[in-house]
């Protein structure tokens, strides 16, 4: 089994921070990617951010600036810092992995349950 827990997410004025927080457990072999993504209102899941195994990022042009990812493998936790948060920002984010368990050859697709982001204007 293989847990995605998320915590962070809240309640900011515009201008505002958050930092995402994404811990992987269970019988893992090893996480490659990681990344963020997030769901408005009516609107598709998007990618907000990834980070792979070596640590290179890419970010959606809409945050690039403002968020950083980044990893702590020895933990097996993923974060997103977010700065000057804007109203358009609100939305459900989600962590994602791609993680090979132990006793398996292949690499599979977890997600974590989602934490809601708000931001007032």
């Known amino acids: 089994q293989v847990q995605l827990v998320e915590s962070g997410g809240g309640l900011v004025q515009a201008g505002g921070s958050l930092r995402l927080s994404c811990a992987v457990s269970g019988n893992i072999f090893r996480i490659n990617a990681m990344g963020w993504y997030r769901q408005a209102p009516g609107k598709q899941r998007e990618l907000v951010a990834a980070i792979t195994s070596g640590r290179s990022t890419n970010y959606a042009d809409s945050v690039k600036g403002r968020f950083t990812i980044s990893r702590d493998n020895a933990k097996n936790t993923v974060y997103l810092q977010m700065n000057s948060l804007k109203p358009e920002d609100t939305a459900v984010y989600y962590c994602?992995?791609?993680?090979?368990?132990?006793?398996?050859?292949?690499?599979?697709?977890?997600w974590g349950q989602g934490t809601q982001v708000t931001v007032s204007s």
């Open positions: 994602n992995a791609d993680i090979v368990r132990i006793g398996v050859s292949r690499e599979y697709d977890y």
